[in-house]
């Protein structure tokens, strides 16, 4: 569609229209004009909004949608709705599904289901054959088929072998080899942070060294091999210490963190709710300071929801039988907010795209408009009303968020809340 958005405030410190506000014409899905007062003589929709403000697509590096096998959690059609309506034009898909994303047709399927809607989704494939650890899975192929990159989600390989391999393999091609973090063996059957809250509470914990002791072994391996490794979602201060260590060294290494781990403490979990379980669990308000100055410093990249439904029959159970995840596209913006700077939140939530070989064009003219619309004043209350998501397990659900999530022009589409 062809579109006038109107004064808009561009917040992008590397445009040269940064927090000005002007007005953006966009002719055939392409940035044709940015300036201060442009002449509707096309007869262009127009787009006017209260304390507009824009900046490029934001991207989020780990989603988790049901689909395929788990449509009862969510599905790609209504997932990419809801990136739309929370102001994501790019999401990296998670391959827990059922069947897991291990092979090129698993990939093709997932991208075909997106085809037409506004948010991109860019599928990650499974590093092992159904996420199992044991054998690599088709990488090469999958790659050709359109995988950004290869993690088994929220597990972590204990074959140290298998590691040094895909990082030696995936150099062929410039693949981006995924790790999560966590010694299994240390973890045991732990379901919260180790310390005082699960001693208060009586839960099995999970101490920090779990994630460390991994994330040392996966440096150590990346500096022998060299490639390319992401980190996601650390949580404890010593993690940040080590990757800033490793990025010292010149390893290309980047990591994230999940906006849970960002805001939230383990003491969220004394009521034994479990829309605060999660993986890798809440820590302590020391480890939470932590990665608040690990981002701003950039020794953590980017910043994603690790957005993860799951239905009402896996979370409204006994606190050490509920899965583990949260969903957090709907929230990501409002509560980021309360604790960072406007601009750091914008580079965040955008940083992800070149990390993951996607183009990161700015808002400038002759451009593809890759646009998130959003404004960042305000306050609100978090409710079950706003949860676009078909899972509703929300740990933000109460919550005080500040500003609004207008949507998104991307695609040549423009998707509005």
């Known amino acids: 569609m062809n579109l006038i958005i109107r004064a808009a405030r561009i917040i992008d410190p590397k445009s040269d229209f940064h ?11 392409l940035i044709e004009k940015i300036a201060s007062n442009i002449q509707n003589t096309d007869n262009f929709e127009e787009l006017k909004l209260e304390n507009l403000h824009v900046s490029k697509g934001w991207f989020d590096t780990s989603v988790s949608l049901g689909e395929p096998g788990f449509e009862d959690r969510e599905t790609i059609a209504n997932g990419l709705q809801v990136a739309a309506k929370s102001g994501f034009t790019g999401i990296a898909l998670q391959p827990n599904s059922f069947p897991i994303l291990d092979n090129q047709s698993q990939i093709n399927f997932v991208r075909q289901k997106a085809n037409g809607f506004a948010t991109q989704l860019f599928p990650i494939g499974a590093l092992t054959k159904n996420s199992e650890g044991n054998e ?4 090469f192929d999958m790659k050709n088929a359109g995988a950004i990159a290869f993690g088994d989600y929220n597990k972590s390989l204990d074959n140290a072998n298998l590691l040094k391999i895909s990082l030696q393999y995936t150099q062929d091609f410039d693949g981006l080899v995924i790790a999560f973090c966590q010694d299994n063996t240390i973890k045991g059957k732990g379901l919260v942070n180790e310390g005082i809250v699960s001693t208060m509470l009586g839960l099995k914990g999970i101490p ?6 991994i994330i040392a072994r996966n440096l150590f391996i990346l500096e022998y091999t060299g490639g390319k490794l992401h980190i996601p979602t650390i949580s404890t201060a010593k993690s940040v210490q080590l990757i800033k260590d490793a990025k010292a060294k010149g390893l290309k290494v980047t990591c994230s963190v999940a906006i849970h781990n960002f805001i939230l403490t383990d003491e969220s979990i004394e009521g034994f709710d479990t829309r605060f379980k999660v993986s890798p669990p809440l820590r302590t308000e020391d480890d939470r300071k932590a990665l608040i100055a690990g981002v701003l410093d950039h020794t953590i990249d980017c910043i994603t929801s690790d957005h993860n439904p799951i239905d009402i029959e896996n979370k409204k159970m006994e606190f050490d039988l509920a899965k583990n995840g949260t969903i957090g596209l709907e929230s990501a913006f409002g509560s980021l907010q309360s604790i960072l700077p406007l601009d750091i939140i914008i580079e965040k939530l955008i940083s992800g795209r070149v990390i993951f070989g996607q183009e990161n064009k700015g808002l400038e003219e002759g451009e593809k408009a890759n646009i998130s619309l959003f404004n960042p004043e305000g306050k609100s209350i978090f409710t079950l009303e706003n949860i676009l998501s078909k899972s509703k397990n929300s740990a933000f659900l ?3 968020l500040k500003g609004k999530v207008y949507g998104i022009y991307n695609q040549n589409q423009l998707i509005l809340s």
């Not at 927090?19 to 899905?29: E, T």
């Open 19 to 29: 927090n000005q506000v002007v007005d953006i014409k966009i002719n055939n899905g």
């Open 136 to 139: 690599l899975a088709e990488l």
């Open 208 to 213: 920090s060294l779990a994630e460390e002791l």
């Open 398 to 400: 109460n919550q005080q």
